[in-house]
């Protein structure tokens, strides 16, 4: 993260090429270039590639793309609020017995399917999913939070 912000904030500051890039935020070239390709990756910078006709030498010129990393923001949020929806979702509507030595944690069916017993012989005990359910409704109520946070901020700078 140390060196990503300095680039990236070059790149919205205006600077193009991964030579002024580097000299202005003082990260080697290589670095530099090794980061702006993992934007590119990701979508969230892009390049134009030109040439030089005297040297014959390319030169590209570097974009960071702010409006790709609000949308990819945004999806992983509303993925990770579908994730922790079907998790929750899981958690409410089975009934769970766990290893009383942490071995394994089953729902019923995979309970009476090994007749209530861990493999390691002990008996499973019933697990009160109780303070399970409220964390990851936490966690849901958090997410949504920042998710509705975030969208207010983009669309206030708007």
């Known amino acids: 993260m140390k060196t990503i912000i ?3 904030q070059a ?3 205006g600077e193009e ?3 002024k890039i580097a000299e202005k935020t003082g990260i080697k ?6 980061i702006l390709y993992k934007l590119y990756d990701l979508k969230i ?3 134009k590639r030109s040439k030089n006709p005297e040297t014959q ?6 974009k960071f793309d702010e409006d790709e990393l609000i949308n990819r923001i945004k999806i992983n949020c509303e993925e990770k609020i579908k994730e922790l929806k079907e998790e929750l979702s899981k958690e409410e509507n089975n009934i769970f017995f766990v290893c009383p030595l942490g071995h394994v ?6 309970a009476s399917d090994e007749d209530f017993f861990c493999p390691c012989g002990e008996e499973l005990e019933f697990q009160d999913n109780k303070e399970i359910i409220e964390s990851i409704q936490a ?3 958090q997410t949504e939070k920042d998710l509705k946070s975030f969208i207010k901020k983009v669309d206030k700078k708007r």
């Open 29 to 34: 070239l290589n670095i530099v270039r090794k």
């Open 105 to 110: 944690r089953y729902n019923f069916d995979e």
């Open 45 to 47: 910078a892009n390049y």
């Open 11 to 13: 790149l919205i500051d």
């Open 139 to 141: 966690r849901i109520d």
């Open 57 to 62: 030498w390319f030169t590209y010129s570097w």
């Open 6 to 8: 300095p680039i990236i």
């Open 17 to 19: 090429t991964d030579e």
